[in-house]
């Protein structure tokens, strides 16, 4: 597609032009002739169509020169173990001109293949060049071929039961069947070309596994769902604490069966569980979130002594099903040692008044005498009446103290106020915008057209539509996931709008402009564009 367009500045035309290479990739499922259907593109108001296009579709049979294996560890698996796979490809070497180097006959494999789950092993390996072997086969005539052999190894992890789907492999290569050597100059390195090539594609199914369950059978009541095989050990801080003082708990959970150290998913054990512990402790009965790094996952729990007679945070258990054993097996920390004393109390004859405060007791506890009126036997007089000390606080105190809350809770209110006036005015401008729109448009030429749109993405986007460009209004539909009819749609009104503008195109056909528009808004207004 060509677009032109013309600016004049300060009494100079500039003239700029822009092509647009449009590449789009068919795959053809049967032998034969195939005919594309002409495509129609629509470039400054302007819709240009293709010619028909007819290729020639010949068999991709592999024939002897490619065979693909694909063969599970196992059968099937536990949920929580991982699925591993091996690909074994076989490639024959080309038989004419120089023998094409292993690494560079598994390059023509894997560069135009949908590798599917094998893909990541592909990219991972690229820094280490995939191993081989040279192997012999039987050919479909029983004749021994010479092979070049590659194994693949993917790994996945399932996250439900049930037989695994991860679709199929395609390879997809020009085997080189006439190679020739490239001598290289100064700026091009020496290499082989292919001279001749054969189009091959071939489809292979990744075998399903059964994914299962752990037995209900055996299962311990604080299982919380690991597969494999574990440890766990447990450290606290402080260790000398009072009665109700906080004691930060933290347990590690090692996994010795994995080395990729999928754990992002494992569960602390229960603590509310542990009777042991819940005898002497508080403790969280909230699920812990827990902190993973290769092979270990770390959780840390808050937990308060109850009473002065406990000596150690008792032995933890973590229950985890052994997929190799089928079997459940638990796991201990050790208890660690803690010393708790006693809450701090006060005595009542530490509670004395200020003019009491600092008198000498001598001679200990005062005496205490019964009397026959009992608590009805009270010392009346003026005698008794003593002058207590009294502290008088100053006005400024008052105002000190009372002054910052206030004005803090005023600056809060006064915040809260802005934000919902703000919102309040955004909701505004989502609510009305189609109305405002499909107003504006009745009788907008096409130079304006393009600006009433960008105005209605933003006042739904909550962005100053006003300022908005063409790229950004687009950008922003396909950041917010509009289907790419709409979008694409869009582009173009915006485009034969801007044209208009920028490039010096007179455009009559304001009508239909702004039928395209009302439709195009329409669609928008079932979408999320804020």
């Known amino acids: 597609a060509h677009q032109s367009s013309s600016f004049t500045v300060n009494g100079r035309v500039t003239s700029s032009s822009v092509t647009l290479v449009y590449v789009i990739t068919v795959t053809p499922h049967r032998e034969g002739e195939i005919t594309l259907p002409p495509v129609r593109v629509v470039v400054d108001g302007e819709a240009f169509t293709t010619a028909p296009a007819t290729i020639t579709v010949t068999d991709s049979d592999p024939g002897d020169y490619l065979v693909v294996d694909i063969e599970p560890a196992r059968p099937f698996v536990y949920l929580g173990e991982p699925v591993e796979y091996v690909m074994t490809l076989a490639v024959r070497p080309n038989a004419e001109g120089p023998t094409l180097p292993p690494d560079e006959m598994l390059q023509t494999v894997i560069s135009s293949s949908d590798l599917g789950l094998f893909a990541a092993a592909f990219s991972r390996d690229r820094q280490h060049p995939i191993g081989f072997r040279e192997v012999t086969r039987r050919g479909a005539d029983d004749t021994p071929l010479r092979y070049y052999e590659y194994d693949i190894r993917a790994t996945e992890w399932p996250k439900q039961a049930g037989p695994t789907d991860f679709g199929d492999v395609v390879i997809r290569m020009e085997y080189p069947l006439v190679v020739g050597r490239r001598s290289g100059g100064l700026l091009i390195p020496r290499g082989y070309d292919v001279k001749r090539a054969r189009p091959i594609v071939l489809r292979t199914p990744v075998p399903p596994v059964d994914v299962r369950l752990p037995p209900d059978e055996g ?245 100053p539509g006003d300022t908005l460009t063409t790229a950004d209004v687009v950008s922003h539909a396909r950041a917010r996931a509009i289907d790419e009819e709409t979008v694409t749609a869009l582009a173009d009104l915006l485009a034969t709008c801007d044209a208009s503008v920028y490039g010096g195109t007179a455009i009559d056909a304001a009508p239909d402009l702004a039928a395209r528009a009302r439709s195009i808004i329409d669609r928008l207004e079932r979408e999320r564009l804020g």
């Open 219 to 463: 299962r311990p009541a604080n299982f919380t769902g690991a597969v494999g095989r574990f440890t766990i050990s447990a450290s606290a801080t402080p260790t000398e604490v009072a009665v109700g003082d906080p004691v930060e708990l933290t347990l590690n959970i090692t996994d010795r069966g994995s080395t990729d150290g999928h754990l992002d998913t494992l569960e602390a054990p229960p603590l509310g569980l542990v009777d042991a512990l819940v005898a002497g402790f508080r403790v969280p009965t909230s699920p812990l979130a827990g902190r993973a790094q290769g092979d270990r996952k770390t959780f840390t729990a808050i937990i308060r002594p109850r009473r002065a007679d406990l000596t150690e945070i008792p032995a933890i258990p973590f229950a985890y099903f052994d997929p190799v054993h089928e079997t459940y097996e638990t796991a201990w920390t050790k208890p660690i040692p803690l010393t708790v004393a006693g809450s701090t109390t006060m005595m009542i004859d530490d509670v004395v008044t200020g003019s009491n405060r600092g008198r000498d007791h001598a001679g200990g506890a005062d005496e205490l005498t019964a009397v026959a009126a009992g608590i009805l036997a009270n010392d009346t007089g003026p005698a008794l009446l003593v002058e207590g000390s009294r502290t008088t606080v100053p006005w400024w105190f008052w105002i000190a103290l009372v002054a910052p809350p206030l004005a803090f809770v005023g600056g809060v209110s006064r915040a809260a106020v802005r934000r919902r006036s703000a919102a309040n005015v955004d909701a505004a401008r989502r609510r009305s915008a189609r109305r405002r729109a499909h107003g504006a448009l009745r009788d907008a030429d096409a130079a304006a057209i393009g600006q009433i749109v960008r105005r209605y993405v933003g006042d739904r986007s909550g962005l």
